[in-house]
């Protein structure tokens, strides 16, 4: 059944749709997204739908999470798309607040995630991310006071990063996990996918039978730097440029020293071309 969601975009008139919504102390859910929807997101959608009684989207490309290098400004924006999407899954409301209205003139305040914020994974190649992440979900747990928020695992140490915080700042808001949507061929979904030339494309699959590799050898045994070595030798030999193959505890990010030191995740980024991948796979 397709329906129209609600769509707002000032703080005033999204308190009011909730209070709405809230009527008879419905539950809340919300799917933080930056647009550019995917069947990724719809599946975060879904998730969100089975564990509460209204669902919110937020679409909102937040400048605070891009370096001045970075695609901030060419980041796929698919409006009409997206809300045709939202529509046929019965979202319920949309909110879609613009830079002024998440960062008005003056403003002066950031939170800045430690823990697994700082685990030297995607930090260590984009030190503003987490913070401006971090900002932004606060101030979307904030205005939209929700019950669960429902995170991609594509953007793993993210998700930790997004738990950490909401535990910490008592948000009262339940993070949920929710798994990786791949292609047929293994590449995960991505709104960036965009980018990729065709050859690009084709070559992209080979960072998750890459990870795939190194996974399957750590359950044989292999010693940690063997087994991640053999994916990064694939990942380059595929014409990556590798930024991190690594594996680490699957909880707290940390470093491990034996295959042993589960649960594990192997986590990894790479640019082919202009285009940063990243993805990562349980052990
Ligand atoms: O994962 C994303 O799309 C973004 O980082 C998020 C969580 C919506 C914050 O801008």
């Known amino acids: 059944m ?5 769509v707002v975009r000032a703080v005033p008139a999204l308190r009011r749709a909730l209070d709405g919504l809230r009527a008879r102390k419905a539950t809340i859910a919300l799917v933080p997204t930056m647009g550019a929807l995917h069947d990724g997101h719809v599946s975060l959608v879904r998730l969100a739908k089975r564990r509460a009684a209204k669902v919110v989207v937020s679409i909102f490309v937040n400048p605070t999470q891009f370096a001045p290098s ?51 994974l995607e930090d260590r190649f984009r030190p503003h991310f987490f913070g401006g992440v971090a900002t932004v979900v606060g101030k979307l747990f904030a205005q939209v006071r929700p019950d669960f928020a429902i995170f991609g695992e594509k953007d793993f140490q993210q998700l930790r990063v997004v738990n950490r915080m909401a535990r910490d700042l008592d948000f009262g808001v339940r993070v949920i996990g929710s798994r990786t949507v791949r292609e047929r061929d293994g590449l995960a979904m991505s709104s960036r996918n965009v980018y990729l030339t065709p050859e690009q494309r084709r070559v992209a699959p080979e960072l998750f039978h890459a990870m795939k590799e190194s996974a399957r050898r750590l359950r044989a045994g292999e010693p940690v730097e063997t087994a991640m070595a053999a994916g990064a030798r694939l990942i380059e030999r595929a014409g990556f440029a590798l930024d991190y193959l690594e594996v680490r505890h699957a909880e707290t990010l940390a470093r491990i020293a034996s295959p042993e030191d589960g649960p594990l995740r192997v986590l990894a980024a790479a640019r082919i071309g202009t285009t940063r991948l990243i993805d990562n796979i349980a052990v």
Do not use: C, Q
Not at 2 to 6: K, L
Not at 77 to 101: H, I
């Open 70 to 120: 970075e695609d901030f400004g060419s980041y796929p924006r698919t409006w009409k798309a997206d809300v045709a999407k939202l529509a046929a899954e019965a979202v319920d409301l949309v909110w879609n607040p613009d830079v002024k209205t998440m960062y008005p003139d003056g403003f002066a305040t950031r939170i800045v995630p430690e823990g697994p914020a700082a685990a030297g």
């Open 2 to 6: 397709s329906r129209t969601p609600i």
